[in-house]
DNA sequence: GATGCGTGGTC
DNA sequence: TGACCAAGCAT
């Protein structure tokens, strides 16, 4: 079996079988693509569309993200989660004004320099904008690829350089074609051949499935602990953050301790906050976000 | 390479 | 019902 083989059949029931999403429309600029594939970094689709929408016609380029503030972002972020997300698409309007005129590049290692923008999106940019081909492997591709391809049950924990190498052995030579073969992928992976009850009656590979020839073996190595949330600094974040977020200006230090009882816990998440520069002091025991501008006429 | 980083949905 | 999950990145 040859690597096309997989490639083919994917692009093919992806041509027939892919979701409707407006990142994935004929002519989405790729100012819209990176905004999508930062949305989309640990959040799940249905989540990220609206949010989509919103950011978009807000700021259609990033020229009209880079002159506004980092609170601006951070709001508009809502509750989509991980908002050093926001700051960081900021980062990169900034940063794409200043070093590129204002258009997302096209070179990927001009790519990998944007914060926030490493293997993954990078390349998920050069090939879904720019048409390049690349390989581009999320946790949905490398678990396809590990499967289909090799016939493990499943990836490893992080993506590693041969999770690249073997992705990219898949790819047909044409660009375009590459980058729809790794849209493709990234579907089956993400409606297929899922992670916890893949659907192989509905897989268009199946027939030359190596984790199906194998009779779809379980995974034995150790897995990663699930993260806890429920009292952790990040609850306590996030809590914080919710109220400077849904405030207008500045927020007196006092409204934020009612957000956490324990009060060690509490400065340590806002002194990591104002560490990620997502919070800023705002003078006279005030908070607020990022950037913000004063509300006129003072805080009283 | 292991950790920290949000939030809400699913079974 | 609470463990587990969902298109990663930076350190």
């Not at 779809?216 to 949330?229: A, E, L, M, V």
């Not at 919710?242 to 009612?258: F, K, N, S, T, Y």
């Not at 997502?278 to 990022?290: H, N």
């Amino acid at each position: 079996m040859s690597g096309t083989d997989l490639a083919d059949a994917a692009i093919e029931w992806f041509d027939a079988n892919a979701r409707d999403l407006p990142w994935r429309a004929p002519g989405t600029s790729a100012w819209a693509v990176l905004v999508s594939e930062i949305m989309l970094q640990q959040t799940p689709v249905a989540r990220v569309l609206p949010a989509y929408h919103a950011w978009l016609t807000r700021w259609p380029k990033p020229a009209d993200l880079a002159v506004d503030t980092p609170a601006e972002a951070i709001r508009m972020w809502g509750r989509l989660g991980y908002p050093r997300r926001a700051m960081r698409l900021h980062e990169c309007a900034v940063a794409i004004v200043a070093r590129h005129g204002g258009e997302v590049p096209a070179d990927l290692d001009a790519l990998l320099a944007l914060p926030g923008v490493g293997a993954y999106t990078a390349r998920a940019v050069a090939a879904f904008a720019y048409g390049q081909r690349q390989p581009v492997v999320d946790t949905n591709v490398r678990r396809f690829v590990a499967r289909a391809s090799r016939g493990k049950a499943d990836a490893g924990p992080t993506t590693t350089p041969a999770d690249l190498a073997d992705a990219e052995a898949l790819l047909p030579v044409e660009p375009a074609r590459a980058a729809r073969a790794s849209a493709a992928f990234m579907e089956l992976g993400a409606v297929v051949c899922t992670a916890r009850a893949p659907r192989c009656t509905d897989c268009p590979v199946v027939a030359i499935c190596g984790w199906r020839a194998e009779g779809r073996p379980t995974p034995t190595g150790p897995t990663r602990r699930p993260q806890q949330y429920a009292g952790t600094d990040r609850q306590v974040r996030g809590l914080l953050l919710a109220v400077l977020r849904e405030a207008r200006g500045p927020v007196p230090g006092g409204q934020l301790d009612l957000v956490w009882a324990d009060a060690v816990q509490r400065d340590r998440a806002l002194r990591s906050l104002l560490d990620d520069g997502l919070v800023s002091p705002a003078g006279e025991g005030l908070f607020a976000l990022a950037g913000e501008a004063p509300l006129p006429g003072g805080h009283r």
